[in-house]
């Protein structure tokens, strides 16, 4: 009985998973192909998208590794870029269920990304068969679009390469517009965020920055500044 409710729960990961997976292709095939037009080669491509699996973090981290030696940056812009994982790692422990333990939290955690925690986040109860299901297909989805954009990167003409690495901000775009619909508080962030950005794209000593380490101030400035005037209550200091 247990097997069956397993296999099932397994089935339905996987269904809910689909829709994030075929979104992944798109995204990850424009890594690859980035990758590929900085000199990396098609098998570096998909090893980074098979042992890392975060779409912000890996565009800042190939920009970063052009130039060998930004070590500190590089760390500095994933911890920054990587931190939010911890804290949706954390919020899904709270609903996971007493199987759900050991050596299964650092298998699946690494799987943990925006999407994926939106979807598991809706459970009641996160079951680990549930979310090895719901994992699969993204995981898959991302390694294949990699895979695929790395290939085709030095086959497909340059006009063509330059308009597809444009999916990468469309999707930044459709993460963040809905929320901004939603609260006039992150309007403001987003604003700062993308003044900031400027600054230290066109400032003559600002853009002197490495991208990775002027994502990671734009990113902590901006969060610190949204925390600082609109503080979010707890449930406790709303009671």
Same mark, same amino acid.
């Not at 779409?55 to 590794?65: C, H, K, L, N, P």
């Given at each position: 009985m247990?097997?069956?409710?397993?296999?099932?729960e397994f089935a339905r990961g996987l269904r809910a998973g689909i829709p994030i997976g075929l979104g992944y292709l798109s995204v990850s095939f424009t890594f690859g192909i980035m990758a590929v037009s900085y000199g990396f080669a098609w098998w570096q491509a998909l090893l980074i998208s098979m042992t890392t699996v975060t779409?912000?973090?890996?565009?800042?981290?190939?920009?970063?590794?052009r130039y060998p030696g930004h070590y500190f940056e590089m760390l500095l812009s994933q911890l920054t870029i990587n931190v939010r994982y911890s804290f949706m790692s954390i919020s899904l422990s709270q609903k996971a269920d007493r199987r759900f333990r050991g050596i299964s939290r650092w298998l699946l955690g690494f799987f943990v990304t925006d999407e994926i925690f939106a979807v598991a986040v809706t459970e009641d109860h996160v079951r680990r068969s549930f979310f090895a299901g719901l994992s699969t297909i993204p995981y898959l989805g991302w390694a294949a679009g990699t895979l695929t954009g790395a290939l085709l990167g030095n086959v497909l003409p340059p006009r063509?390469?330059?308009?597809?690495? &444009? /999916?990468i901000y469309g999707m930044f775009v459709a993460i963040v517009v809905p929320e901004m619909k939603k609260k006039k508080e992150v309007i403001f962030v987003v604003v700062f965020a993308f003044a900031a950005s400027c600054l230290f794209y066109y400032v003559p000593l600002l853009k002197d920055i490495s991208t990775g &380490? /002027?994502?990671s101030i734009c990113?902590?400035?901006?969060?610190?500044l949204g925390a600082f005037l609109f503080p979010v209550e707890t449930e406790e200091e709303a009671v």
């Open positions: 247990k097997e069956n409710n397993t296999i099932k779409s912000a973090g890996q565009f800042a981290g190939i920009g970063v590794m063509l390469m330059s308009a597809l690495g &444009l /999916a &380490l /002027a994502i990113a902590v400035a901006a969060a610190a």
